[in-house]
């Protein structure tokens, strides 16, 4: 029994692994696709000049001075860029972000009636992050600067982890590479001026990754933790089921398949008490929230269709629809629930079209233009907003996509590596290979947006850092080796 659950264990990693190579694949494409049909200059321009890029962050890394003092440095650069970006950007918060900022505010002030609101009673769960502001804005006052500065702060704090990760996974070089490509990342720079609940929830649900493949396996008591981590994440942006789902399956494949049946039960253990801590949180959570008052009904989407319906709308490529928004509106919430139901059920009907319809929302969720910069860059000046946008655009582009193109290189690195030994550390990284897969492939089916990307993208920043490091070390070592048989033929 033993001898056929290590062979499982392999199969489903390399399956994972060649999943993640066909998302890393098509993404490439999708990006492809993109400069193709919005870019003028040479394509390869950009692509040669992401690389050189990669290369020069390699060499960054390979700078001579301790670990303590590059992550310093990082860090520094990091909270710099981002301070800087929000005082020059001025954001000030609009639609769903301003109505949140405002909840919070009449929270501040021991007014919950925002809750009875037909936002806030569809969709419950934003009341854990509107409770979040509304903790700030009672200590340091309505100033959405301190917000901000938050999301600075927890932003530089994600950096610190991405470094951390990837030194785990592989070795200090990737570590320093990822962490210096996080700290360049223009979405994750720009949304620190918006009011958004990605940055906090981010940072939470990989301070629980971390734990999880730092600890998990060789610590007692860190599964309370990652529970504790994840159910937090979850109440600021209600993503912690499908993070649980991830680990649940990671610990599956990676710690107990091929294990000793008592090593086997132990970690079973540690998984079930995960699951019981981050239930238990999110239900005291819950109970608090409505024993005060503050609302009647869990942190929950109490309007679970509504994404879906707009996912699977064909004519807007599974982007928001006015016209959905139009027929639903009014509907109490059981008769809006029905036609909901009734729409989906309607748009998955014909399975040719939803086939091409999947085709499109990946091309346009992975390779479009993210519209961080359209949430955060609000200026009046059209023809200033104009130049510093598209400049942001081209950056960002040439950080993004070879995060695709190492990312694939990764990917075989890694599926070498595990079969040659499936022990190997770096079984640990499946754990983001998976978030990835399963994050990508739920946008096939509910409302894309590009900035939701967010969440997902230290995970791509993490795996690739394997793939520049690799890449870059295999042609350094080639040329250094050139260059000593070049001097030999000279002195010989």
Not at 19 to 25: I, L, Q, R, T
Not at 80 to 89: D, K, M, P, S, T
Not at 96 to 105: C, K, P, R, Y
Not at 403 to 410: C, N, R, W
Request: net charge neutral; charged share 15%; with cysteine.
């Amino acid at each position: 029994m033993v001898h056929f659950n290590k062979y499982l264990r392999v199969f489903c990693m390399i399956f994972i692994l060649i999943v993640g190579a066909v998302y890393f694949g098509y993404g490439s494409y999708a990006n492809w696709i993109e400069l193709v049909e919005n870019y003028t200059y040479p394509l390869m321009y950009i692509v040669l000049l992401g690389l050189v890029v990669a290369a020069a962050i390699y060499f960054l890394a390979r700078l001579p001075i301790s670990n303590k003092l590059f992550l310093i440095g990082t860090l520094v650069v990091a909270f710099l860029v981002r301070l800087g970006w929000v005082l020059y950007a001025s954001t000030d918060p609009i639609s769903d972000f301003l109505l949140l900022n405002n909840a919070a505010v009449s929270a501040s002030n021991g007014d919950f009636s925002f809750s009875e609101d037909t936002y806030f009673t569809k969709w419950v769960y934003q009341i854990g992050f509107v409770m979040y502001q509304a903790l700030v804005i009672t200590l340091f006052g309505e100033d959405i600067f301190v917000l901000q500065f938050l999301n600075i702060l927890y932003s530089v704090g994600l950096v610190w982890l991405i470094y951390l990760i990837a030194k785990e996974l592989f070795n200090e070089i990737a570590g320093r590479i990822a962490g210096v490509i996080y700290s360049l990342y223009v979405p994750a720079i720009i949304m620190t001026s918006v009011l958004t609940n990605q940055i906090l929830a981010t940072l939470l649900f990989y301070a629980g990754a971390y734990l999880l493949v730092k600890h998990f396996n060789t610590h007692n008591w860190t599964w309370i933790f990652v529970g504790v981590l994840f159910a937090f994440g979850n109440i600021i942006r209600p993503l912690g089921s499908f993070v649980l789902l991830a680990a649940g399956l990671f610990i599956f494949v990676v710690f107990i398949l091929g294990v000793k049946r008592k090593t086997a039960l132990i970690t079973s253990g540690k998984l079930a008490g995960t699951v019981m801590v981050y239930m238990l949180l999110l239900t005291i959570v819950n109970q608090s929230l409505i024993m005060a008052g503050v609302t009647n009904y869990p942190l929950e989407n109490r309007d679970p269709h509504w994404k879906f319906v707009l996912g699977l709308n064909h004519e807007t490529n599974g982007s928001y629809s006015g016209k959905d928004s139009e027929a639903l509106k009014g509907l109490e919430l059981q008769e809006r629930l029905e036609k909901e139901e009734e729409m989906i059920q309607n748009r998955l009907a014909d399975k040719s079209e939803l086939l091409q319809l999947f085709k499109e929302k990946f091309e346009d969720m992975w390779g479009s233009r993210d519209a961080s910069i359209f949430w955060s860059y609000k200026i009046e000046n059209e023809n200033s907003k104009e130049n510093v946008s598209e400049l942001l655009y081209r950056f960002d582009k040439l950080i993004y996509v070879p995060l695709f193109l190492f990312g694939l290189l990764s990917i075989v690195i890694l599926a070498r590596n595990l079969l040659k030994d499936n022990d190997h550390h770096s079984a640990k990284a499946l754990y983001f290979v998976l978030f990835i897969i399963g994050y990508a492939m739920i946008h096939l089916l509910i409302e894309i947006q590009t900035r939701y990307r967010l969440v997902m993208v230290p995970s791509l920043v993490i795996i690739q850092s394997l793939g520049v490091y690799t890449c870059c070390h295999l042609i350094t070592s080639s040329l250094r080796k050139k260059k000593f048989e070049k001097i030999l033929e000279k002195t010989s």
